[in-house]
């Protein structure tokens, strides 16, 4: 069973920084495709960034491309987003994602991921 955890989140000011960690466990994810996700209050769940793990290739929502950046840890086994020049706007909780299946592109649903973790608010203050 795939067991995700998420940590990093917290209070930024506009401009700033905030790297999540998501910790992955419970299988072999070597041809796994993971994600983050968010979901701002009394919004949707929508897609923020996806790397597949073998061969790293990224993908990015347009609102978070060239600002955000997702990269793996192999040997931790852990996710990383890297979220630069925050905005009020980018204001949810993030969710880590993962899924054996998924091919990957730059807008999946939240359909193409079986596994979630729990979530990590992000708040950026104005």
């Known amino acids: 069973q795939v067991q995700l955890v998420e940590s990093g989140g917290g209070l930024v000011q506009a401009g700033g920084s905030l790297r999540l960690s998501c910790a992955a466990s419970?299988?072999?994810?070597?041809?796994?495709?993971m994600g983050w996700f968010r979901q701002a209050p009394g919004k949707e769940r929508e897609f923020v960034a996806a790397?597949?793990?073998?061969?790293?290739?990224?993908y990015y929502s347009d609102s978070v491309k060239g600002r955000f950046t997702i990269s793996r840890d192999s040997a931790k086994i852990t996710v990383y987003l890297q979220m630069n020049s925050l905005k009020p706007e980018d204001t949810a909780v993030y969710y880590c994602?993962?899924?054996?299946?998924?091919?990957?592109?730059?807008?999946?649903?939240?359909?193409?991921?079986?596994?979630w973790g729990q979530g990590t608010q992000v708040t950026v203050s104005s």
């Open positions: 994602a993962a899924d054996l299946y998924y091919s990957g592109s730059n807008n999946p649903s939240i359909g193409d991921f079986a596994s």
């Open positions: 419970g299988r072999t994810f070597a041809s796994y495709t």
């Open positions: 790397i597949k793990w073998s061969g790293g290739r990224t």
